[in-house]
């Protein structure tokens, strides 16, 4: 028996693997899944004891079972090259280990060629599976629209160019830039010109987990202004990077919320004041705590005249607010003087949470001009005295979009306290859930608002940033929603400009009479993919695909609109980090063409009664021992009878892989005249991510998660980081191919600009990472350009 005990000892290990997947196979072909893991298992099993006995016939056997599962991968993968990961990969390591020890199993002269030959064979029928004809992960190449001499025009009175004065771009959010100088011939020749540390990270380390700083700077002049995750705001040249004033309005960490997000400032120049005097051009900031702070410019020094004191406390009339509860981490928007800004109120804590009021603030002496309450609709100021603001409403915790012609501003809003539970909310709370609101800047009154979802249980909230537009004639905005669709409605009237449609929603779940029996669809472009099926189920090897493809079984799921259950798990699709998020869209107006970055991720939810969440010692914010910094999380939701548990991504606990396979992200350009997709990419690569949180460093287009978004340029330059691998990319327009790339020092989730200063062209981004997208994290504001 001298030189058994390779075979032994793989035996072993092909017995427990044929166990576990005979098994599951089994209870899988029960829930009415696919046959072949229990085909697999008893496979398996058998060329484990043909192993035991020391049969050469074990080998054959098990080059059967890899036979079998590379043409059943093929069957199912459709041409994705991702999806046979699971169906080749293991199965070849064990193919590979059985040729090792057939040597021991036969009595031959040739045995070690036989062994050898078989691993080539098998080595070669892994690549051909992975060199299909293509991936099944890009879409065709349309024509661009023609270059039109009638570009869109931009309502908000600024322009971007050699500066970039707002957080879009402009308030019409189009993030362009009519620039040519870096174009597709020289983009190659991009290199980094310098790099600035903010610095600004959190001190404490319970609140360093929560680091993911999306900021975006903005260019007025010859300085560049940026704030850190701790809401630190730092002025830089916009040639060098040197470093011209900080200003640190101390925020404690206790208010840090969910992220420590401070996604971008404004600047303001006063009207008729002397480009001269202190607090002329202003840099207006929202901050963690929720106080608008007010500086100078050129100095960082606070403009007294705001206020009397430099800020403003946006909390006054919201009652009481606990630390990290209500929080500004966007940046405001300015229409006809007045700063309109709302507030990230903490999803899922208690149904009494602080209001989701709107307010406007006058931008000069930083005063309440109004305040939309849409519990109150005929207060327009602070509450009366001994009242408050409604609490828990809906608010607004991305940027708005402004229209300085019409004098109104476009609010997305998001869902009440309680996201994942509608009863008990009020009729008002209702009607403005996950809708977009346009508000009269003058008065605060809504003037019309769009609804995409009715009574949402999903946290689909308008996260994206609207964009002004002009479609076919009519001044529209264009607004992206969580699930994808696409709407395009008229900017005076709300009327939709584009196609839309209705789809029976499943009804059911934990709350049957409160679930719509149909949901609003655009019919015009939506980023949505089709629906989930057991065969997308995904993982490393055949038994985390089989765990998938179990749960999958397990869960409640028919379909886009799955409302949540008690009794059990529930798949929701796209997830709340699907379709399109903060990032917004990027508008091409010299071609009319969008290009929308999304995400592509089921979520994998359950209701937890009231008695479980207290066994689990699972509470509000302000009662907790510990902040979920997880995508695995549960929330309270106090007030209602339920938490709510969420695993964003429907990620294996073990190997850290979503159940999903690849792409888990893309980006599409998008005709706007007639909303025919022009081409259609995976963005990101697999070189950061991988099993069990180890980087694979393969250099090969996956479509990784994203967050962030993108910024076009006139001379057909798409430039983009947001997805995980920590690269800033630049992508042809007329193909969506990526023409250069730069490895960034951490995650670049965040939008970069593009400015003009000293008659060179520059492409600016903060590195800063994000610990929910799991790329590291850092402070540095990093400038590229071309050699000169």
Same mark, same amino acid.
């Not at 193919?95 to 036969?106: K, N, S």
């Not at 029928?125 to 991936?135: E, K, Q, T, Y």
């Not at 900080?246 to 401070?262: E, F, L, M, N, S």
């Not at 023409?739 to 520059?762: C, K």
């Given at each position: ?71 059943? =991968?093929?069957?199912?993968?459709? =041409? ?116 600035? @540390? ?53 925020? /404690? ?66 009652? /009481? ?21 709302? @507030? ?37 100021? !602070? ?173 409640? !799921? ?15 699709? /796209? ?35 009231? $008695? ?30 339920? $938490? ?24 599409? $350009? ?119």
């Amino acid at each position: 028996m001298r030189g058994a005990w390779p075979a032994l000892v793989l035996g072993v290990v092909i017995a427990l693997a044929g166990v576990i997947m005979t098994g599951g196979g089994a209870y899988l072909v029960e829930l009415g899944g696919s046959i072949y893991y229990l085909l697999a298992g008893l496979g398996l099993l058998g060329t484990a004891w043909l192993l035991f006995r020391r049969r050469p016939l074990a080998v054959w056997l098990y080059a059967a079972l890899f036979l079998l599962s590379m043409v059943w =991968g093929l069957s199912e993968a459709q =041409g994705n090259a991702w999806a046979m990961i699971p169906w080749l990969i293991a199965p070849f390591v064990l193919l590979v280990a059985m040729l090792l020890v057939m040597p021991t199993l036969v009595d031959s002269p040739h045995r070690w060629k036989w062994s050898g030959g078989g691993i080539a064979a098998g080595l070669l029928a892994v690549i051909a599976c992975f060199a299909l004809p293509g991936s099944g992960l890009s879409s065709p190449v349309l024509a661009l629209p023609p270059q039109s001499s009638q570009a869109l025009g931009d309502p908000s009175g600024l322009a971007t160019g050699r500066d970039w004065p707002t957080y879009g771009g402009t308030y019409a959010n189009w993030r362009y830039s009519p620039l040519t100088q870096i174009d597709r011939g020289n983009v190659g020749s991009l290199h980094k010109v310098w790099e600035t @540390h903010t610095g600004g990270t959190p001190q404490s380390a319970k609140f360093q987990k929560l680091y993911g700083t999306e900021n975006t700077p903005i260019k007025v002049g010859n300085l560049l202004y940026t704030c850190t995750a701790k809401n630190v705001v730092v002025a830089l040249d916009a040639a060098t990077g040197r470093v011209a004033w900080r200003h640190d309005p101390k925020v /404690p960490d206790a208010w840090i919320p969910y992220t420590t997000a401070c996604r971008g400032v404004v600047v303001y120049a006063v009207p008729g004041a002397d480009s001269a005097a202190p607090c002329a051009t202003r840099v207006i900031e929202g901050t963690l705590d929720s106080r608008l702070i007010a500086l100078d410019a050129l100095s960082g020094e606070p403009c007294r005249e705001f206020n009397g004191t430099g800020e403003q406390d946006t909390k006054i009339g919201m009652g /009481p607010v606990y630390p990290g509860l209500a929080s500004i981490n966007s940046a405001p928007t300015i229409v006809r003087g007045v700063i309109v800004v709302g @507030h990230q109120i903490l999803d899922g804590q208690y149904s009494r949470a602080p209001s989701g009021v709107v307010q406007g603030f006058d931008a000069r002496t930083g005063k309440l001009v109004w305040a939309w309450d849409m519990a109150h609709p005929d207060w327009s100021g !602070y509450p009366p005295a001994g009242q408050t603001w409604a609490r828990g409403t809906p608010n607004m915790w991305t940027s708005a979009a402004g229209d300085e012609r019409l004098g109104l501003v476009y609010v997305p809003l998001g869902n009440a306290a309680n996201d994942y539970w509608s009863s008990g909310r009020t009729p008002l709370e209702n009607a403005y859930s996950s809708s977009l609101v346009a508000l009269d800047v003058a008065t605060g009154k809504p003037r019309w608002s769009f609804q995409a979802v009715k009574k949402d249980v999903w946290d689909y909230d308008f996260g994206s940033q609207p964009s002004l537009i002009d479609y076919k004639g009519t001044a529209a905005v264009l607004v992206p929603s969580k699930q994808g669709d696409l709407y395009i409605l008229d900017r005076a009237t709300g009327r939709p400009l584009t196609p839309i449609g209705t789809i029976a929603a499943p009804q059911g779940g934990a709350e049957p009479a409160q679930r719509a029996a149909q949901q609003i669809v655009s019919l015009w472009n939506t980023l949505r993919k089709a629906p989930l099926h057991e065969s997308d189920m995904w993982g490393m090897s055949p038994i985390d695909q089989m765990i998938c493809r179990i749960q999958f079984r397990e869960a409640d !799921y028919r379909g886009y609109f799955t409302p949540p259950s008690v009794d059990r798990s529930s798949v929701e699709y /796209p997830g709340y980090n699907g379709g399109s998020d903060w990032g917004g869209v990027s508008i091409d107006p010299l071609r009319g063409v969008i290009v929308a970055n999304y995400n592509d991720m089921p979520n994998y939810v359950r209701l937890i009664t009231r $008695a479980e969440a207290d066994r689990r010692d699972i509470k509000p914010r302000f009662a907790a021992k510990d902040i979920s910094t997880k995508s695995h999380s549960v929330d309270p939701q106090w007030g209602a009878p339920y $938490a709510i548990e969420v695993n964003a991504g429907w990620r294996m606990p073990f190997t850290g892989l979503m159940c999903k396979r690849p792409p888990y992200g893309g980006i599409r $350009a998008i005709d706007i005249a007639t909303g025919r997709t022009l081409w259609d990419r995976p963005l990101g690569t697999a070189r950061r991510n991988g099993p069990f949180g180890v980087p694979t460093m393969l250099p090969l287009t996956i479509g990784t998660p994203n967050n962030g978004g993108a910024v076009t340029t006139a001379s057909g330059l798409v430039f983009i980081a947001a997805a995980t691998d920590d690269l800033i990319r630049a992508i042809d327009l007329r193909t969506g191919k990526t023409v250069w790339s730069a490895s960034l020092p951490a995650g670049g989730q965040a939008t970069p600009i593009i400015y003009q200063q000293g008659g060179r062209e520059y492409l600016v981004i903060f590195a800063g990472g994000h610990h929910f997208m799991e790329t590291p994290a850092g402070d540095s504001v990093i400038a590229y350009a071309l050699p000169g």
